[in-house]
C-alpha cells in the first residue's frame, strides 16, 4: 500500500476527529468559510460562493489524482465541521511529505483543534506512514503561523523568494519549516502539553 493510500485514514482521539473529504463535505464546510480572516494568507481567496466552490472542487480533484489527501476536521467538542488540512507533496521514496493547505473556521481558532489536528497528522506521519521528514511552508509575512510552527519544535529551514502569486499581485516569500524522524518525540511532547498553538491561516498552501 503506497502513501497516498495508507494515508487516507481516519484519525481521532478525544478533541478532533480527521478524515478524508466526500462531496457530501462541501456544505458544512461552506458554512464556515466565509470570513475573509481564514483567507488573508492563502494563496486562493475566497469571497463568493463561486470562489468557494471551485476551491473545493480543487480539493477534490487533488485528493482523487493522488497529489494530496485532504481532511476534513470535526471539533468532537461541538460535533461540527472546523475546517480543512491536507498532506500534499507525498514523496514516498525520499521519506518526506509536507502538512498545510490549512484553514479553519474563525470560531475554532484558539481552540485546540489545530494543536490536536497537527498531532494526529504528525503522529500518523512518522509512526505509520514511517516519514523521515514532514516540512510545512507559510507566507513570511505571516507572523502567527511562523510562531505557532516553531511552538511545536519544528525548524525554520529558509526563505524561498518570490516562490508565488498571491491575490492582489503580491508574490509570496514562502518560509519552510520542518520535523525530522529524530525530532518527533520532543514535538510530540510539545503538542501534547502545550496551550494551544494558534491556528498558521494559510500554512502550506
Known amino acids: ?3 497516498a493510500e495508507a494515508a487516507a485514514s481516519t484519525l481521532e482521539n478525544d478533541h478532533v476527529r480527521l478524515r478524508p473529504i466526500t462531496p457530501d463535505d462541501r456544505e458544512s464546510l461552506h458554512a464556515i468559510a466565509m470570513d475573509p480572516r481564514i483567507w488573508r494568507y492563502f494563496v486562493s481567496l475566497v469571497e463568493t460562493d463561486e470562489d468557494y466552490h471551485a476551491f473545493f472542487d480543487a480539493a477534490l480533484d487533488d485528493q482523487a489524482a493522488g497529489r494530496r489527501v485532504v481532511f476534513h476536521i470535526t471539533d468532537k467538542g461541538t460535533g461540527r465541521a472546523a475546517g480543512s488540512m491536507s498532506y500534499g507533496n507525498l514523496a514516498e521514496r525520499d521519506g518526506r511529505l509536507e502538512i498545510g493547505w490549512s484553514w479553519l473556521g474563525v470560531e475554532f481558532q484558539g481552540k485546540g483543534v489545530n494543536r490536536w489536528a497537527k498531532y494526529l ?9 514511517g516519514a523521515e521528514r514532514v516540512e510545512f511552508k507559510t507566507d513570511e509575512l505571516n507572523v502567527q ?6 511552538n511545536i519544535g519544528a525548524v525554520e529551514e529558509g526563505t524561498l523568494r518570490s516562490f508565488n502569486p498571491m491575490p492582489g499581485g503580491r508574490r509570496r516569500d514562502a518560509v519552510y519549516y520542518s520535523v ?3 525530532e518527533w518525540p520532543d514535538a510530540k511532547r510539545r503538542l501534547a502539553s502545550s496551550p494551544e498553538i494558534r491556528h498558521p491561516e494559510g500554512a502550506g498552501a
Not at 121 to 129: D, G, K, T, W
Not at 145 to 150: M, S, V, Y
Open 145 to 150: 503561523a511562523r510562531k505557532g510552527l516553531r
Open 1 to 3: 500500500m503506497g502513501w
Open 121 to 129: 497528522l504528525l503522529e500518523h506521519a512518522f509512526e505509520r506512514l
Open 180 to 182: 525530522l524522524r529524530a
